[in-house]
């Protein structure tokens, strides 16, 4: 959908100038032609049209033949092209407007441009059906989602996304030397929840039956050992009993091979946010990787 042009002061034009600025690049460069100042810099100082073309000329080179993944995906995690999407296709905007004055900052036009989410037709900016397709997507969520994420980052939640995980198993996809940081970085966020300790040791029951050489306590803190496991901190919690009278019975079940205990390793999950992030971050992933050289034109 290609929209009207405007400029801010167009009385200030003549009408040579105004009726230029409906032309494409070609058209512009033969009316520079036909133009004959005394010295080049006037153009520049002062002709509305030379200004036109050489802006149009500028984004044109910007713009590459085919936008790789990495591009398009980056141009998608800042919310401020969000928000420049969104503004291109419900109002006007041209060339000549992408300066200090305009509500579209040149730098998100240019980034926007090499990742093909608009072009330029006849002056004017407008989207592509990748950006259109892009946008769609974007608009389902909060704005906020769209904020810049480090690919390593990316690259745990939706690991996490499957659900928990150990630090072993997603250090075979992080190196080990970035894995911590982008823990740290991810629960300073709010995104990231240690569902369990390195270094605690869960209690489990076996299937041998309690024999009644058991003694009263014993046999109750048997019968209060989940199926999913507990630790000694939590069982003498909910007993009512001191640690080292706990661990002293749960050796004893032990002894008696009634209960095993096993050393559990560091896990991790995403938090309610964490998952809506890693969700959006799939959802914009699927629709980048769906789009077709014909989506860019």
């Known amino acids: 959908m290609a929209t009207q042009i405007t400029m801010k002061n167009p009385s200030a034009l003549n009408k040579s100038t105004s009726s230029s600025l409906n032309l494409d690049l070609e058209e512009l460069k033969r009316r520079c032609q036909t133009c004959h100042v005394s010295n080049p810099l006037v153009c520049k100082e002062t002709c509305e049209v030379w200004k036109l073309k050489s802006i ?7 713009i590459p033949d085919q936008p790789d993944y990495s591009t398009i995906t980056s141009a998608t995690r800042n919310p401020e092209h969000l928000k420049t999407l969104q503004l291109l296709s419900h109002w006007p905007h041209t060339v000549d407007r992408t300066n200090a004055e305009t509500d579209v900052p040149r730098h ?3 980034e926007l441009l090499q990742a ?27 704005i906020e989602f769209s ?3 480090e690919f390593y980052d990316e690259k745990v939640l939706s690991l996490l996304l499957g659900g928990t995980n150990t630090f072993k198993s997603l250090s075979e996809a992080v190196p080990q030397t970035e894995l911590s ?8 966020r709010g995104l990231l929840d240690r569902t369990s300790s390195k270094g605690d040791v869960l ?8 024999t009644r050489h058991l003694l009263p306590t014993e046999l109750k803190i048997f019968k209060s050992i989940p199926k999913n496991g507990t630790t000694a901190k939590e069982l003498s919690k909910r007993l009512g009993l001191t640690k080292p009278a706990t661990y ?12 095993v205990r096993r050393r ?12 809506q992030i890693a969700q959006f971050l799939e959802a914009i992933s699927k629709t980048v990787r769906s789009l077709s050289p014909s989506d860019f034109a």
């Not at 149009?56 to 910007?62: I, P």
């Not at 989410?117 to 909060?142: H, M």
């Not at 019975?249 to 209960?259: G, K, S």
């Open 56 to 62: 149009q000329n500028t984004l044109r080179k910007e």
């Open 108 to 110: 998100h036009i240019t």
């Open 116 to 142: 093909g989410l608009i072009l330029v037709d006849r002056n004017t900016y407008e989207l592509t059906a990748a950006g259109e397709k892009v946008l769609e997507t974007l608009s389902q969520y909060p």
């Open 147 to 149: 904020e810049k994420t």
């Open 181 to 188: 940081i982008v823990l740290r970085r991810l629960k300073a």
């Open 203 to 210: 209690y489990f029951t076996t299937k041998r039956r309690p």
């Open 248 to 259: 002293r019975y749960l050796r004893r079940l032990r002894y008696r091979r009634h209960v």
């Open 264 to 275: 559990q390793e560091l896990t991790f999950g995403l938090t309610p946010k964490g998952r």
